[in-house]
């Protein structure tokens, strides 16, 4: 079992930085691969990123690469998102996951995850 913990949102003016954190409870953080969703108002929930279980591997949309830095240390059991050069677009709630499959689970679907945080706002003013 693993409990998830989101923070680091906030209200951000367009073109600033964001950092996330993901701080997880329980003994198995280390297996678990961990991937960022975010959900805007009456939208479903969109991928933005995911890291292996050991931190070697990420993955990015191709639309974000370059904004976004997805990183963990497993000695704190925690993950987080570096968000760069926030646009009003980015606004949405901000959702850690951690699911047990091989890395090469279709990790964009949060259908396949097995454990969710509770979510951090994160707002970007224009």
């Known amino acids: 079992q693993v409990q998830l913990a989101e923070s680091g949102g906030g209200l951000v003016q367009a073109g600033g930085s964001l950092r996330l954190s993901c701080v997880a409870s329980g003994r198995t953080f280390s297996s678990r691969n961990i991937v960022w969703f975010r959900q805007a108002p009456g939208k479903d929930h969109d991928f933005v990123a995911a890291?292996?279980?050991?931190?070697?591997?990420?993955y990015y949309p191709d639309s974000d690469k370059g904004r976004l830095f997805i990183s963990r240390d497993n000695t704190k059991n925690a993950a987080y998102l570096q968000i760069n050069n926030l646009i009003p677009e980015d606004t949405a709630v901000y959702y850690c996951a951690a699911y047990s499959g091989p890395w090469g689970t279709d990790r964009t679907d949060w259908r396949n995850m097995d454990y969710w945080g509770q979510g951090t706002q994160v707002t970007v003013s224009s």
């Open positions: 890291i292996s279980t050991g931190g070697s591997r990420t």
